[in-house]
């Protein structure tokens, strides 16, 4: 696997090394050793799953605070997202700063997200599935959600949202007394 540092601090983009013969290819998606040399969680208790029926569809920006942060492995099964990594450690050197990158299942790219950092994905196509391990299992009381359009963080979505849910729409905006307790 090769592994790219994003402009946030610990998130990684993972692109797979495939092995092709006749029969197709084969790569790993996981290596604990790797991903412990290169600052990443490998062990991963809960894997979540989601399909999106419509393009332009927007789920998140979603993270949990400690004691129960969550690292994600973010991968495309089908179809094509764009996935963004928002920097919510106030500690952090990239505080605030936002990664964007397209994920799709004719890329098999993957995105780490560390823990502390908000995650939210919009699908470019009808029918996208994505499919994210998480290092920590969900915990109501400790989610937040920060809005996908938060001035403060003026992320570039690649279009409107067609879709999104009521709890996404009505997140709230940066907040540190809210979005940060924890970290």
Known sequence: MRYVPTSVEGSLIVSLELRADER?????????????????????????????????????????????????????IRGAIYDVVVDMRASSPTFLRWHGVELSAENRTMLYVPKGCAHGFMTLVDESEVLYPASAFYSGPHERALRWNDPAICIHWPREPSVISEKDRNARDFDPNFHLSGY
């Not at 197709?24 to 979540?48: H, K, V, W």
Request: glycine share 10%; net charge negative; proline share 4%.
């Open 24 to 76: 197709g290819f084969f790569a790993r998606m996981l290596d604990t050793d790797e991903f412990s040399a290169n600052g990443m969680e490998s062990a991963f208790p809960q894997i979540n799953t989601s399909m999106s029926q419509v393009a332009g569809t927007l789920r998140g920006l979603h993270y949990q605070i400690a004691p129960h942060g969550e690292a994600k492995l973010v991968r495309c």
